[in-house]
């Protein structure tokens, strides 16, 4: 019984992972050209590349500041309103 359990275990989730897995073969091949891509370009134009990576380089850097402001003030925020319950 343990075994024919098993079995149907097995079966059901090989069908219900099914997509999923081609879905992944998908992305991973997107990658991979991707990654083709990013060589050829890198191959013709370095210097285009690299000017590329330091602009998105300069956008994280942007994002993480405005990520950070965010979390100071909603701390803050939570604080008073942690204060203001207590009164």
């Given at each position: 019984m343990n075994d024919?359990?098993?079995k149907s275990i097995s079966e059901l989730l090989d069908q219900k992972l099914a997509p999923l897995?081609?879905?992944i073969e998908v992305v991973d091949d997107k990658v991979s050209r991707l990654?083709?891509?990013?060589d050829t370009l890198?191959?013709?134009?370095p210097q285009g590349v690299m000017s590329l990576l330091h602009l998105l380089n300069k956008k994280l850097d942007e994002i993480k500041h405005?990520?950070?402001f965010t979390y100071q003030k909603t701390?803050?925020?939570?604080l008073e309103i942690n204060r203001l319950k207590q009164q």
């Open positions: 024919e359990l098993l897995q081609q879905k990654e083709e891509k990013m890198a191959a013709e134009s405005d990520v950070e701390s803050r925020n939570e």
